[in-house]
């Protein structure tokens, strides 16, 4: 190994659930709360946040379930394409017909390329992404400031 490697030892994930509220709408929130130790944030400097667009919606906007199971399946194809060394889960969002999926990134090109593919790929549903170069982690805040207010479960 070199003097300009470093070794870096992934957290393994822990899931917190929230159940709140958001603009007087139900909000279901899982964070990975393994993240809220990671000592290499610096790493991972980029914030990355999917949405997908629910179609069949129950009550408050909450998708039905199956809708709930499809955005699940594409949800679990944007993981698979992503994770591992370059990105880290960071939290899902379940709220007035979007489910939101924010991740960290260490490489933003490689993860722009791996989604633009996905992206080129016939789609079940809507969805999109945004990513921003967010060293301090502010982004990620959101998620983290639940736990003071944490009443929810493991997930």
């Known amino acids: ?38 000592e290499h944030t610096d790493i991972f400097a980029w914030h990355l946040e999917v949405t997908l667009h629910a179609v069949d919606l129950a009550d408050q906007g909450m998708p039905s379930p199956d809708e709930s199971k499809l955005l699940f399946e594409i949800g679990d194809e944007i993981e698979r394409a992503i994770l591992g060394y370059n990105a880290l889960f960071l939290a899902r969002s379940t ?9 960290r990134v260490y490489d933003p090109d490689a993860a722009d390329k791996i989604l633009q593919e996905l992206l080129a790929k016939e789609q079940r549903r809507f969805w999109e992404f945004h990513m921003k170069h967010d060293p301090s982690w502010e982004h990620a805040g959101f998620y983290f400031q639940l736990f003071p207010l944490a009443s929810g479960n493991d997930a």
Do not use: C, K
């Not at 994930?13 to 139900?26: A, I, K, V």
């Not at 709220?95 to 991740?103: C, D, H, I, Q």
């Open 95 to 103: 709220w007035n017909g979007f489910r939101e999926l924010a991740y």
């Open 1 to 38: 190994m070199s003097e300009d490697s470093v070794t870096i030892v992934l957290p393994d994930p822990h899931y917190t659930l929230f159940n709140g509220e958001r603009d007087s709408l139900p909000e279901v929130v899982v964070v990975n709360d393994a993240l809220l130790a990671f």
